[in-house]
């Protein structure tokens, strides 16, 4: 895996952060201050809470537990995405 520990030096390089710790915050030993997430974020072109959350369907699937229910609103986020023709 030597193209992720360079890709993690040169993330560390950007946010200002020790590579060690991006390891421990992935792991979860350890927590990034609201300072340090942000400038990872930045780093990643990403924004805090989706470091914080993930995506909207990784989020449901975590909080919604009924898998019907849980295919029911993806279906409506299809429908939703399809823009009418008239």
Request: hydrophobic share 40%; net charge neutral.
């Amino acid at each position: 895996m030597e193209g992720r520990g360079l890709a993690k030096i040169a993330l560390a390089k950007l946010a200002d952060v020790h590579y060690t710790n991006l390891g421990k915050y992935e792991r979860g030993e350890a927590s990034p201050s609201a300072t340090i997430l942000n400038r990872i974020a930045q780093a990643l072109e990403l924004s805090p809470d989706f470091l914080i959350n993930g995506t909207l369907e990784e989020k449901g699937g975590a909080s919604i537990t009924d898998e019907r229910l849980l295919q029911q609103f993806r279906k409506i986020e299809q429908l939703l995405e399809k823009k009418p023709s008239f």
